[in-house]
């Protein structure tokens, strides 16, 4: 495991150091599986594989941070109060991009979106957001009815793979009665219907 180090002033071995310090094994390796598959993504969508594979690994660097510091740090920085009223879930995306430049020291705008977004989607998407999206989707841990399917439709056609994903998520969520995050049915109501 190695990634470029244009994007942090820490070393890649510090890097990934921190990141299996900050969850536990399982969480660890779906990391490293997302960038792997990132890295595939963006050989067969022309962009950028370092990147790519680097934005896959760190995606679900704070899935593991303690509620009540989430709380304060969604209190004390510039985040929508409104998050108060949502769960870790949609925190470790949005948020999860403040630990990422605390910690990691990456600020880079394009990968830091891309983690912003990777589990609400969004109803813009640059590449490197759609990679990483479904990647955390399609990577080779992933088993659910229906995985074999996301697959096939994500390496042949990124955006419907995007469009699958959001119908499938709606579909879990309202299934088990979820709140629905507002952004998650917009970007829905954009990449998943076939009429607009
Ligand atoms: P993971 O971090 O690798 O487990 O994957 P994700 O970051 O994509 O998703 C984390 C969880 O957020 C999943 O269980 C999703 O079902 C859930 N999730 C995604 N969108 C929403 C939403 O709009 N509302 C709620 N309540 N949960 C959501
Ligand atoms: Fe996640
Ligand atoms: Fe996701
Ligand atoms: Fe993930």
Partial sequence: LFFNETYS????????????ANMNNKRFQHCVRVSETSRKLAKLNGYDEDKAALAGFVHDYAKQVPIDEYREVIKT????????????????GIVGTYFITRDLKITDPEILQAVWRHTTADTEMTTLDKIVFMADFIEPGRDFPGVDEARKITYEDLDA?????????LEFLIENRNKIYPRTLEAYNVWSVKSK
């Fill in 9 to 20: 002033p820490l070393s890649s071995d510090e890097i990934i150091a921190k990141e299996k």
């Fill in 161 to 169: 793979g995007v469009g699958y994903q959001l119908a499938h998520t």
């Fill in 77 to 92: 920085q510039d985040f929508d109060k409104d998050l108060l009223n949502w769960n870790r879930a949609i925190w470790h």
